[in-house]
């Protein structure tokens, strides 16, 4: 059974960074798509970035040039590293796996709030 733990998050000023942790169990990181996702308050859930198989990434629009995903397939943890942070990345942040169709996984930490505020 995949299980994914996210750690890292916290209270930020605007304009810091942090940088949030996803470590799986029972899947190996380098062969699934990993993605994060994130929640507001009164918001729907949306997709911040993921990494390829291949160690392709993609982001929002919202968080390109400020957010980076970085996989380490050693520690079995892919990171999420937030800068320049603003009140409006304030949500609740997860993290997901999906292997191929053909296995059918797709896994959900339970998420770390991260809150933007002076």
């Known amino acids: 059974q995949v299980q994914l733990v996210e750690s890292g998050g916290g209270l930020v000023q605007p304009g810091g960074s942090l940088r949030l942790s996803c470590t799986a169990s029972?899947?190996?990181?380098?062969?699934?798509?990993m993605g994060w996702y994130r929640q507001a308050p009164g918001k729907e859930r949306e997709l911040v970035g993921f990494?390829?198989?291949?160690?392709?990434?993609n982001y929002a629009d919202s968080v390109k040039g400020r957010f980076t995903i970085l996989r380490d397939n050693v520690q079995n943890t892919v990171y999420l590293q937030m800068n320049s942070l603003k009140p409006e990345d304030t949500a609740v942040y997860y993290c997901?796996?999906?292997?191929?169709?053909?296995?059918?996984?797709?896994?959900w930490g339970k998420g770390t709030l991260v809150t933007v505020s002076s």
């Open positions: 997901n796996l999906r292997s191929s169709p053909a296995y059918g996984i797709n896994s």
């Open positions: 029972g899947r190996s990181v380098s062969i699934s798509v």
């Open positions: 990494i390829t198989i291949g160690g392709v990434t």
